[in-house]
């Protein structure tokens, strides 16, 4: 039986159309650059010309803003200016995509159902509803021709990337291109993000304290994603609680983003202050998105705990396998000398046995951005220095993460807890653990 036809597969004539759109901005943004030879000015225009064409590829140019290591500093300043929020499909839209999803009678099948969107972002926005049943729920609709946008904008972005790598010559971020390509089709997929939902569920079930939404399978589809609503206040409004609850506040995340990782290979690849939300008296941690979610073949946290105990006993052997593990080729004394300078920046808070804030007066935006010019300036007498995809999730959590510690002016033993969280680590354990949790949600 041949599968129904999809209305909105990644049809060539909408990728023509967008990257028309897209390729205009851009290529006047790059004008700049060619014409002035003024790198802070074609970053800003680069910047304007995002913002104007929405979409995926202002997703992205964040998302690689947050990866200190990966842009030129003046392209990274701008491109985390950008806006995330995008304004709301209106009523016609989303009466449209919900039949489209769940038939004629899709009114139906909820209590209530909100008119506007509670939220939205640059790949769809968020409805509140009633089951049946009284529990409040979240609907997640994604926006229409997003799988061409995708592509589209994945193009543009090889052409812009490629346009840093000529200018600056330190960094090759082809197979970066390559995961953050991956990961935004994946964040198409809510059948995909449904699943890792329940992975979640799984992985942090021993932890009363963290709370992940139940997916409301029924009503829930490709591009609709139904879950249960949790309440809560952002991070945002915790930072003048007091010490003791921003130290929980931490804690929780640290347990949220690590304890997976650590356990079973699998990391929260969006550490957006938004995605997270605290119960009274942050009692409680709730996690509200699952759309980008990094599964790391067992090997690769060899590398990540191997690394952390070569830094540890100051072992140079240790330390090199680590990054021939994580997939750096052509390495030498020099190479290896500028990425433990990162290395030793990243570890640094998990090497101290101290309570301790992360970094002492460094603004969270301004979170390792010193130490990455510093790596790149090291870079460009080896480069262009090839990023292994795997490694860019596991460093934008990193620095997603110790951001909001900083937010939070959190003062932790964050040495001790680590320490804590991969004792005993064996590569075998965590890929039978990993393989039974993927097997158990349809992984």
């Not at 680069?46 to 290591?69: C, E, H, I, N």
């Not at 992975?199 to 409301?216: N, Q, V």
Request: aromatic fraction near 8%; proline fraction near 5%.
């Amino acid at each position: 039986m041949t599968a129904p036809k999809d209305p909105e597969r990644n049809r060539i004539t909408a990728r023509i159309g967008r990257a028309a759109k897209v390729g205009v901005n851009v290529t006047g943004a790059a004008a700049t650059r060619v014409f002035t030879g003024d790198q802070t000015a074609a970053a800003r225009a680069f910047r304007a010309a995002l913002g104007r064409s929405k979409g995926p590829l202002m997703k992205v140019a964040q998302l690689l803003a947050t990866v200190p290591d990966l842009l030129p500093e003046a392209y990274a300043e701008e491109f985390r200016k950008l806006q995330a929020h995008a304004p709301p499909m209106g009523w016609p839209f989303v009466q449209r995509r919900m039949r489209a999803e769940l038939g004629e009678d899709w009114q139906g099948k909820f209590a209530s159902f909100e008119r506007e969107a509670a939220a939205a972002a640059s790949l769809g926005q968020v409805h509140r509803a009633a089951a049946h049943d009284g529990r409040a729920l979240a609907c997640k609709l994604q926006y229409p021709e997003m799988a061409s946008a995708v592509e589209s904008d994945l193009g543009q972005l090889k052409t812009l990337l490629g346009l840093f790598k000529s200018m600056d010559g330190s960094i090759d971020s082809t197979e970066a291109v390559e995961e953050v390509g991956a990961r935004l089709r994946e964040e198409l997929d809510y059948a995909r993000e449904l699943k890792h939902m329940r992975l979640f569920a799984l992985m942090l079930e021993g932890d009363a304290r963290i709370k992940t939404p139940e997916p409301i399978e029924d009503l829930s589809t490709r591009r609709l994603l139904t879950m249960t609503w949790l309440d809560g206040s952002g991070l945002m409004s915790w930072l003048e609680a007091p010490q003791e609850t921003r130290n929980r506040i931490a804690e929780l995340l640290l347990k949220a983003w690590w304890g997976p990782m650590t356990q079973y290979g699998v990391i929260h690849g969006d550490p957006h202050l938004g995605n997270y939300a605290l119960t009274e008296n942050a009692e409680r941690l709730h996690l509200l998105d699952f759309g980008c979610v990094r599964i790391f073949p067992p090997r690769f946290l060899d590398g990540v705990v191997g690394l952390y105990h070569g830094l540890k006993a100051d072992d140079a052997d240790q330390i090199a396998h680590a990054y021939e593990v994580w997939g750096f080729k052509n390495l030498n004394a020099e190479l290896i000398e500028a990425l433990t300078m990162w290395a030793r920046f990243i570890y640094g808070p998990l090497l101290d046995d101290r309570v301790r804030t992360i970094a002492d007066d460094v603004p969270p935006s301004m979170y390792g951005r010193r130490e990455a010019m510093e790596v790149r300036k090291r870079l460009k007498n080896l480069g262009p220095v090839l990023v292994p995809r795997e490694f860019v999730f596991m460093d934008r959590a990193a620095i997603g993460l110790g951001a909001a510690f900083l937010h939070l002016r959190a003062e932790l033993n964050f040495g001790a807890m680590f320490a804590e969280s991969v004792e005993g680590f064996s590569t075998q354990a965590l890929a039978a653990r990993q393989s039974e949790a993927l097997a158990q949600v349809g992984l």
